[in-house]
């Protein structure tokens, strides 16, 4: 069973960057599509990058353009590298298989805070 392990999170002004890692293991995490996802307060978990194990990407229209999702299969590894950041960002981003059935095993995620 795959485990998973956010970090890079923090506070980050307005237009700002951040780089978001995910380490997983277990067997299986070569062969499944990777995604990153988000809950902001009073909001529902969603997709917002993913990635196959072929390296094509998708991306959320509040996204593009500003995120760019990678994944180093070998080191069991998934990357969110997060530009021009705006407060509508913050939110306990998550990374998981995708899609995630619904009881997926999540991870505690990591808190990214867009503010002044």
């Known amino acids: 069973q795959v485990q998973l392990v956010e970090s890079g999170g923090g506070l980050v002004q307005p237009g700002g960057s951040l780089r978001l890692s995910c380490a997983a293991s277990g067997s299986i995490f070569s062969i499944y599509v990777m995604g990153w996802y988000r809950q902001a307060p009073g909001k529902q978990r969603s997709v917002v990058a993913r990635i196959t194990n072929g390296g094509s990407t998708y991306y959320a229209d509040s996204v593009k353009g500003r995120f760019t999702i990678s994944r180093e299969n070998a080191k069991n590894t998934v990357i969110l590298q997060m530009n021009s950041l705006k407060p509508e960002d913050t939110a306990v981003y998550y990374c998981?298989?995708?899609?995630?059935?619904?009881?997926?095993?999540w991870g505690q995620g990591t808190q990214v805070t867009v503010s002044n």
């Open positions: 998981n298989v995708y899609p995630a059935p619904i009881r997926a095993p």
